[in-house]
């Protein structure tokens, strides 16, 4: 008889330092990837097949995020300079504000997303972007690096902007709000999975 082959399986990844509330949902074919800090707040809902690249900097996602299914978030390619001692700041890697929804395989590569921005199907947000407060990216627009968008702006077609006007912050809110519940009653997260 022949001894049994021993096959080793190549080990998994280290998972990325987190930070997670426990009342963030985080599903468990998501993808936490790198080895950078990621902070997920309460209410936060990761769905399936979706990507948070932490290789390079890192990540925080704020209060009742909505991060759907292959979208990708994170610096996706090395940085030109290496951050350097005096150059590294708290407000350095990709920052979700409150209430943000990157819509089904959007890509966020940006420094900072305002509070109550949507980031639609299959836009790309380049590296380094700032996006004001109730913003609205339209399906498959492309914003380039460094990009500095108001508050209340809407960008469609080849980057095109209008502002919308304020005054519908408390619907918009209320909305989302509706939409994070009924997605925690359809998704089972597991956080024990992260930790």
């Not at 590294?88 to 209430?99: E, F, P, R, S, Y």
């Not at 590296?127 to 460094?146: F, N």
């Not at 809407?154 to 006007?165: F, H, P």
Request: with cysteine; proline share 10%.
């Amino acid at each position: 008889m022949s001894a049994p082959s021993t096959t080793s399986r190549p080990h998994p990844p280290p998972k990325p330092p987190t930070n997670l509330s426990p009342t963030c949902i985080i599903a468990d074919f998501a993808l936490l990837a790198g080895t950078q800090k990621i902070t997920i707040a309460p209410l936060a809902i990761i769905q399936s097949r979706a990507r948070l690249i932490l290789t390079y900097e890192p990540i925080h996602i704020g209060e009742g995020c909505i991060i759907c299914e292959k979208a990708t978030v994170g610096v996706l390619t090395k940085p030109k300079e290496p951050p350097t001692a005096t150059s590294h700041n708290d407000n350095a890697g990709v920052t979700l504000d409150k209430h943000v929804t990157i819509d089904v395989g959007a890509t966020v590569e940006a420094r900072f997303i305002g509070e109550g921005s949507t980031i639609e199907a299959g836009a790309k947000i380049g590296r380094d972007s700032i996006i004001g407060k109730y913003c609205k990216i339209t399906p498959y627009s492309i914003l380039p690096p460094e990009t500095v968008l108001p508050d209340y702006t809407v960008v469609y077609g080849n980057n095109q902007q209008r502002r919308q006007k304020p005054g519908l912050e408390a619907l918009r809110k209320r909305t989302h709000e509706k939409q994070g519940e009924v997605l925690r009653r359809l998704i089972p997260g597991n956080l024990a999975k992260w930790q």
